[in-house]
């Protein structure tokens, strides 16, 4: 295989794995759980070309369809949304303990800037109507898959080294210490390892 085909290979492994995050970690209504039944097998590949233990797929998958949807969708509300302060808001700007001490634990700070700044470099904006800030969790993966599809080095290695590689880990530390959902348990043990991977 040539380098560039060796590049273009590994960018479309880790376009799917950036993407099928995005998609795990979106609000689970009735069309997202149905996106989340098709990826199972994807899921189970992706582990395997990123050299991580499939099992960790297996279990999330499992979690999801022993959950009751609507019971899901209300941990997943409880966990990101609200009402009231949610124990694990999915902002970067919030989990990021190295900015100034006057910017930590308030929204739109400059990581939700500087995402938004590659985004822009990449031709991409937020939807207009979607109500979610440029830091927001899902959104950092989707843009993410969206850069390695173009093969965007920068951008790529930006996103998942400056920005998700830092805030993954105490994020997911906190859903597992919040919840008692197995799905957000599996899916939270599940991310860090694919974020160590993607950034290495």
Sequence with gaps: MSVAGAASDCAVRFASAARLLAGWW????????????ASWSQGIE????LEVAPDS?????SAVEAAQPDLLLEEYERLL???????????????????PRREQGRLMGAAAAD??????DLGLRVRQGAHELP????IEWEALAYAFER?????????????LAIWME??????VAETHEPCYVALASLTPAWTAVLAA
């Design 135 to 138: 830091d927001h969790l899902a």
């Design 81 to 99: 949304i609200g009402p009231g302060r949610a124990p694990c808001p999915p902002y970067e700007s919030l989990w990021r303990s190295d900015q």
């Design 46 to 49: 992706v582990a395997h070309r």
């Design 115 to 120: 995402v938004a700044r590659i985004y822009r």
């Design 57 to 61: 797929v297996v279990e999330l998958q």
């Design 26 to 37: 979106s609000r689970p209504t009735a069309d997202e759980r149905e996106r989340w039944t």
């Design 151 to 163: 093969e965007a080095l920068d951008a790529s290695e930006k996103l998942v080294r400056a920005h």
């Design 170 to 175: 105490p994020f997911c530390a906190a859903v």
